[in-house]
DNA sequence: GCGACAG
DNA sequence: ATCTTGTCGC
């Protein structure tokens, strides 16, 4: 568990926080793992978004067990075998990488989404439902307000608001992305939902993926 | 020492 | 993550 950890700090210094990544992306991927109730089995999905229309046009899925127990701050080593093992399957390369996770908002600054960027070289964001590190003051009920993730003094990630009146997501900085462009690319998914298309699509691809290998 | 703690 | 019912609102 402490190699994990040196694991991080090394391929940390591989991110690249300046991007500013593509702006206007022509496909978008999303990532999300489903796990058996037994805990013993997983299934990662990656669905590739055409980011015009938000329809899915290519999808893959790695159905294995979990590498890593969950322990928060190591969760990349989790779920990242599997999740390449989907990549690898996809007929297409996106432009972008969705995590179901945090990318710099992490406590060594190399969650998930800079795992992931750093070891496909694609860029790559963090899209989390609740935070891991950092203090924030809710941002205005609007969709589109935000408010700036700080931990210690430095600026993490940004809170914001995907829909009007309904709890925030936590955005931060995978790879080779900047932060205003990441949440810029987060609003255009998120045109009707809290979250994004992306990280709908795959949810629920995995989710079938696992009940179809459960009930064999 | 006692909590908090992505999915 | 997963286990879970009904309910309020667009």
């Not at 990318?103 to 795992?115: I, K, M, T, V």
């Not at 993490?156 to 205003?180: A, M």
Request: hydrophobic share 45%.
């Amino acid at each position: 568990m402490a190699e994990a950890v040196a694991v991080q700090e090394e391929l940390r210094s591989r991110v690249d926080l300046v991007g500013p990544g593509p702006s206007a992306p022509a496909t978008v991927a999303g990532l999300d793992v489903a796990y058996a109730e037994s805990g013993d089995l997983l299934a990662a999905a990656v669905t590739v978004l055409d980011t015009r229309t938000l329809e899915v046009v290519d999808r893959a899925v790695s159905v294995g067990r979990p590498a890593f127990a969950y322990v928060p701050g190591l969760f990349a080593f989790r779920e990242l075998p599997a999740l390449l093992a989907a990549l690898d399957r996809l007929a297409t390369r996106p432009e972008l990488l969705v995590c179901d996770g945090h990318g710099l908002a992490h406590p060594r600054r190399f969650g998930l989404a800079c795992h992931l960027g750093v070891v496909t070289d694609l860029p790559s964001i963090g899209v989390g439902k609740t935070p891991l590190v950092g203090v924030w003051t809710p941002p205005q009920a609007e969709r589109g307000a935000w408010s700036p993730l700080r931990d210690g003094d430095e600026v993490v990630g940004r809170v914001l608001r995907t829909r009007s009146g309904v709890k925030p997501v936590f955005v931060s900085v995978g790879h080779r992305v900047s932060l205003d462009n990441a949440v810029a690319q987060v609003l255009a998914l998120t045109p009707r939902h809290r979250l994004p298309e992306t990280t709908r699509t795959a949810d629920r691809l995995c989710r079938d993926a696992l009940a179809t290998a459960t009930r064999r």
